[in-house]
């Protein structure tokens, strides 16, 4: 069974209320230990190994959990100097990820393969 939101789907939206709400603590507190942790464990051991280097979905993993080390750790290297570049970098990051769900979807059912 396919869930519709993984760890670092969370993570995206935990970065949209840190960059919204830098005051708030619990959003950093998560982001510094799950959501860092998951990310460079992702970019460090990747599932896509059975795939081409190139797949989409290779890509996708890549690229966004690229993005969410690099606003965690711009966060916590930036502090609070940085907000107005946090807030874009969370808002890229919600777009991009929607973008390539989207996108996606539209190749896996063009695809033509049936749920299980």
């Known amino acids: 069974k ?3 939101l993984h760890v670092c789907s969370f993570a995206e939206y935990t970065i949209l209320i840190d960059a919204l709400w830098p005051d708030i603590r619990l959003p950093r507190q998560l982001l510094a230990f799950p959501f860092l942790s998951s990310s460079v464990i992702a970019l460090l051991v990747p599932t896509v190994t059975a795939y081409p280097p190139l797949n989409f979905y290779a890509i996708h993993q890549f690229v966004m959990h690229g993005m969410i080390t690099a606003y965690i ?7 609070n100097g940085g907000l107005p570049y946090l807030l874009g970098l969370a ?10 769900y989207a996108l996606y979807a539209a190749l896996d059912k063009r695809s033509g393969k049936k749920k299980r």
Request: proline residues 5%.
């Open 91 to 100: 808002v890229l990051i919600i777009i991009v990820f929607h973008l390539m």
């Open 73 to 79: 750790v711009a966060r916590y290297a930036g502090g």
């Open 2 to 4: 396919e869930y519709p």
